[in-house]
């Protein structure tokens, strides 16, 4: 095997090892006790190892998203003025 060779084996080995890091995705909607979505929430997900946050807003269809978290057991808290604070943990 030449050296051209060996050096792009070696970045494609390389490259995939990268490409198979896993993330976890975490979304939902929020909803009032009436059933109705509620727009406009702040969502804050904290990662219970790293104490790391981050925050999503739902949209005009109530719905959140998180996508690519570092995997983890992650505590959720929705809070929005003129309603209770809710905690989700695990």
């Given amino acids: 095997m030449n050296r051209a060779s060996y050096l792009v084996s070696l ?10 890091q ?3 995705d975490i ?3 929020v909803r ?8 406009g929430v702040k969502i804050v997900a904290t990662n219970i190892a790293t104490n790391a ?7 005009e269809a109530g719905v959140y998203a998180f996508p690519s978290l570092p995997p983890g057991t992650y ?6 003025p003129g309603f209770k604070a809710v905690t989700r943990p695990n």
């Fill in 53 to 59: 946050t981050r925050e999503a807003l739902t949209n």
């Fill in 32 to 39: 009032d006790a009436s059933g109705a979505v509620v727009a």
């Fill in 75 to 80: 505590t959720l808290r929705a809070e929005k």
């Fill in 11 to 20: 970045a494609c080995v390389l490259a995939s090892a990268l490409s198979a």
């Fill in 27 to 29: 979304s939902g909607d």
């Fill in 22 to 24: 896993t993330f976890g």
